[in-house]
């Protein structure tokens, strides 16, 4: 049914077999057909039936997809009408189940043949036209169950070829799913006497409006309109009162008319502004550029939520939680929190006042972007619990120049991979200690252009305290950050040092350390000079006026089984020293004066380089 080499959707199936009645009655809403579908096509995978492609999509290889027309000859039929040498139907052949169309639609609507027993047609069209369906064209086909009609010439607007729907189109009294994709419809109020209609799909289509008429269709389940032109009238004035719809996917369809959304108790929803990759197994989504829901929907639907983008929000929330969402809810569904413009949000989540246990939120939550939030002063007002934001992957916050603090209270991060601060200029520090513990599979640390952040790690021990901590802890490795091995820090003039080390085997997959224009940074480690750095690949230093060395110059600790001292250090300027040797090694932009390196132990192995190795400052100039 399919063209060669054709990449074909899990969706797409799930219509098809929704269209044939494939299922029965053995499911009673859509997404029972669709986890069907998903075994089914295992099935066929793992037997080498079809290909596995991108984005969940599956391919006939050309020998399976010639065997099953082969098999199923007599009601398979494809029509290639730009191949003059094809064979032409016999008028008298009723045995045709499933057709599929290329080329002119003037030659599909021309063509004799007994379409009483077809039940899908797909229809390729190859050229740009402009056409009217004949009255008995559908008056041929009245089994249809399924169609789909699609121009392949492009998403151009001004290349949508145009197809008007005529009266006749009611006689299609079977059909069940109506799939249209890069064609002008225009009026499409014909459809509300379609009464089997389950689906109606349109994508890259222009429509005069969403008609009212669709509301009487009693076996409506599912709506898409993905990157539609709807001309007049807000659409959703029409969908909120189709009774009977469970999934509703509102792409990049939004016009002038859309004001206030209401939206019923759906069991799917994708409404999207934008061009997000969203996975078809996220059953409930909103990305939208403007919140164009009233308070109470936004509050019911955030409660289910996976995925949430907004861009613009004006409706005055100081928090999500309790504010939004109940604290005993947590908002533990959402896998994805994107927030951007929202100029009254001072946190996530308060619970400062209130009297209850500590709550566990965001339990589900993989990614957290936060962008352009002017008076957001932290993430948490209060204590959560200590497993709240334990799948939390991605961290990435940026122009919010009011945030002070990420995390008041000690938090399980197990599964951060990458964080990433950017312009948050009261922003004093990033971890607690017990915090920053958990970073086991932290790969990328990045902050830049933070003017008051004075430490990444920040503690109320003294030095020796917290290493007698981190060597008695639960945590038998004795290590932080084992995974690390991307450091960038720029603009942070009133850091001192980048990260502390307490443990020989802190750091050991550390690549890259990039630092720049950090006036009082002395240090890049605060502490522990006794390390192995065996991946660094590169370090590049810049416009660091007070920088000393890679380690201070002397530390003490009375831990248990452990004495790290460091000896006196000579001055050496150019350095030399057999200690370094390192691939790829940058410092300049600035007078460089260390006080020595002789005994700071770095042997990183790299076999084909000279131990003998130079650093030299360069000053003058810099391409950053």
Same mark, same amino acid.
């Given at each position: 049914?399919?063209?060669?080499?054709?990449?074909?959707?899990?969706?797409?199936?799930?219509?098809?077999?929704?269209?044939?009645?494939?299922?029965?009655?053995?499911?009673?809403?859509?997404?029972?057909?669709?986890?069907?579908?998903?075994?089914?096509?295992?099935?066929?995978?793992?037997? !080498?039936? @079809?290909?596995?492609?991108?984005?969940?999509?599956?391919?006939?290889?050309?020998?399976?997809?010639?065997?099953?027309?082969?098999?199923?000859?007599?009601?398979?039929?494809?029509?290639?009408?730009?191949?003059?040498?094809?064979?032409?139907?016999?008028?008298?052949?009723?045995?045709?189940?499933? %057709?599929?169309?290329?080329?002119?639609?003037?030659?599909?609507?021309?063509?004799?043949?007994?379409?009483?027993?077809?039940?899908?047609?797909?229809?390729?069209?190859?050229?740009?036209?402009?056409?009217?369906?004949?009255?008995?064209?559908?008056?041929?086909?009245?089994?249809?169950?399924?169609?789909?009609?699609?121009?392949?010439?492009?998403?151009?607007?001004?290349?949508?070829?145009?197809?008007?729907?005529?009266?006749?189109?009611?006689?299609?009294?079977?059909?069940?799913?109506?799939?249209?994709?890069?064609?002008?419809?225009?009026?499409?109020?014909?459809?509300?006497?379609?009464?089997?209609?389950?689906?109606?799909?349109?994508?890259?289509?222009?429509?005069? *409006?969403?008609?009212?008429?669709?509301?009487?269709?009693?076996?409506?389940?599912?709506?898409?309109?993905?990157?539609?032109?709807?001309?007049?009238?807000?659409?959703?004035?029409?969908?909120?009162?189709?009774?009977?719809?469970?999934?509703?996917?509102? !792409?990049?369809?939004?016009?002038?008319?859309?004001?206030?959304?209401?939206?019923?108790?759906?069991?799917?929803?994708?409404?999207?502004?934008?061009?997000?990759?969203?996975?078809?197994?996220?059953?409930?989504?909103?990305?939208?550029?403007?919140?164009?829901?009233? *308070?109470?929907?936004?509050?019911?639907?955030?409660?289910?939520?996976?995925?949430?983008?907004?861009? *613009?929000?004006?409706?005055?929330?100081?928090?999500?939680?309790?504010?939004?969402?109940?604290?005993?809810?947590?908002?533990?569904?959402?896998?994805?929190?994107?927030?951007?413009?929202?100029?009254?949000?001072?946190?996530?989540?308060?619970?400062?006042?209130?009297?209850?246990?500590?709550?566990?939120?965001?339990?589900?939550?993989?990614?957290?972007?936060?962008?352009?939030?002017?008076?957001?002063?932290?993430?948490?007002?209060?204590?959560?619990?200590?497993?709240?934001?334990?799948?939390?992957?991605?961290?990435?916050?940026?122009?919010?120049?009011?945030?002070?603090?990420?995390?008041?209270?000690?938090?399980?991060? !197990?599964?951060?991979?990458?964080?990433?601060?950017?312009?948050?200029?009261?922003?004093?520090?990033?971890?607690?200690?017990?915090?920053?513990?958990?970073?086991?599979?932290?790969?990328?640390?990045?902050?830049?252009?933070?003017?008051?952040?004075?430490?990444?790690?920040?503690?109320?021990?003294?030095?020796?305290?917290?290493? *007698?901590?981190?060597?008695?802890?639960?945590?038998?490795?004795?290590?932080?950050?084992?995974? %690390?091995?991307?450091?960038?820090?720029?603009?942070?003039?009133? %850091?001192?040092?980048?990260?502390? @080390?307490?443990?020989?085997?802190?750091?050991?997959?550390?690549?890259?350390?990039?630092?720049?224009?950090?006036?009082?940074?002395?240090?890049?480690?605060?502490?522990?000079?006794?390390?192995? @750095?065996?991946?660094?690949?590169? %370090?590049?230093?810049?416009?660091?006026?007070?920088?000393?060395?890679?380690?201070?110059?002397?530390?003490?600790?009375?831990?248990?089984?452990?004495?790290?001292?460091?000896?006196?250090?000579?001055?050496?300027?150019?350095?030399?020293?057999?200690?370094?040797?390192?691939?790829?090694?940058?410092?300049?932009?600035?007078?460089?004066?260390?006080?020595?390196?002789?005994?700071?132990?770095?042997?990183?192995?790299?076999?084909?380089?000279?131990?003998?190795?130079?650093?030299?400052?360069?000053?003058?100039?810099?391409?950053?």
């Amino acid at each position: 049914m399919f063209l060669e080499d054709e990449e074909i959707s899990i969706e797409i199936l799930t219509r098809l077999g929704i269209g044939v009645d494939l299922f029965g009655e053995d499911y009673s809403i859509y997404e029972d057909a669709r986890s069907r579908v998903v075994v089914a096509k295992n099935k066929l995978l793992d037997s !080498c039936l @079809l290909l596995e492609k991108r984005e969940e999509n599956v391919q006939m290889h050309d020998l399976v997809r010639d065997v099953a027309q082969w098999i199923a000859n007599k009601e398979i039929r494809a029509l290639n009408f730009s191949n003059k040498n094809q064979k032409p139907l016999d008028e008298r052949d009723k045995n045709i189940k499933y %057709l599929l169309s290329q080329g002119n639609l003037v030659d599909l609507f021309s063509f004799r043949f007994d379409g009483s027993r077809v039940e899908i047609l797909i229809v390729n069209i190859g050229i740009y036209d402009s056409v009217e369906v004949p009255v008995s064209f559908f008056e041929n086909i009245v089994g249809l169950r399924v169609m789909n009609i699609r121009y392949n010439g492009g998403w151009d607007i001004e290349e949508r070829t145009t197809l008007s729907l005529p009266q006749s189109i009611q006689s299609l009294t079977n059909i069940r799913s109506l799939i249209v994709e890069n064609v002008k419809l225009g009026d499409i109020s014909i459809l509300g006497s379609l009464q089997s209609l389950e689906t109606l799909d349109l994508t890259n289509c222009e429509i005069d *409006e969403l008609p009212l008429e669709i509301t009487k269709l009693e076996k409506f389940r599912l709506l898409n309109l993905n990157t539609c032109e709807i001309r007049s009238n807000d659409p959703f004035e029409v969908i909120q009162i189709c009774s009977s719809l469970e999934e509703l996917y509102f !792409c990049r369809s939004f016009n002038q008319f859309c004001q206030e959304i209401t939206l019923p108790t759906w069991l799917r929803y994708h409404l999207i502004e934008g061009f997000p990759k969203i996975n078809h197994s996220i059953s409930k989504c909103v990305y939208l550029e403007h919140n164009y829901f009233t *308070e109470a929907t936004f509050k019911y639907v955030i409660q289910t939520l996976e995925i949430l983008y907004l861009g *613009e929000n004006k409706k005055g929330w100081r928090n999500l939680i309790p504010k939004i969402v109940p604290v005993e809810q947590g908002m533990n569904d959402l896998i994805e929190l994107r927030l951007a413009n929202d100029p009254q949000l001072q946190c996530l989540v308060d619970t400062k006042h209130i009297d209850s246990q500590v709550p566990n939120v965001f339990s589900k939550l993989v990614v957290l972007h936060l962008y352009k939030m002017e008076n957001l002063e932290e993430l948490c007002n209060g204590p959560i619990s200590f497993d709240s934001l334990n799948n939390l992957e991605e961290l990435y916050i940026k122009f919010c120049n009011h945030m002070q603090s990420l995390f008041k209270c000690s938090l399980n991060l !197990c599964n951060l991979k990458t964080m990433t601060l950017t312009s948050c200029s009261k922003l004093v520090s990033v971890f607690e200690l017990s915090t920053c513990r958990s970073l086991v599979l932290l790969e990328t640390l990045e902050i830049t252009y933070c003017e008051q952040l004075r430490n990444i790690i920040t503690n109320e021990s003294r030095v020796d305290d917290i290493v *007698e901590k981190i060597l008695d802890g639960d945590n038998n490795n004795n290590s932080i950050f084992p995974k %690390l091995k991307v450091v960038l820090i720029q603009s942070c003039p009133q %850091l001192q040092f980048i990260l502390p @080390l307490f443990s020989t085997r802190d750091l050991l997959l550390l690549e890259t350390i990039i630092i720049r224009d950090c006036d009082k940074l002395k240090y890049i480690f605060g502490q522990h000079q006794d390390v192995e @750095l065996a991946s660094l690949k590169l %370090l590049q230093l810049c416009d660091l006026p007070n920088f000393i060395d890679i380690f201070p110059e002397s530390y003490h600790s009375t831990s248990k089984g452990s004495s790290y001292i460091s000896k006196p250090k000579t001055e050496l300027d150019p350095i030399k020293s057999n200690i370094f040797s390192w691939r790829h090694t940058c410092c300049y932009g600035y007078k460089y004066k260390l006080k020595g390196i002789t005994n700071t132990k770095i042997p990183l192995v790299f076999e084909d380089q000279p131990q003998d190795c130079s650093i030299s400052m360069v000053t003058t100039f810099s391409y950053f």
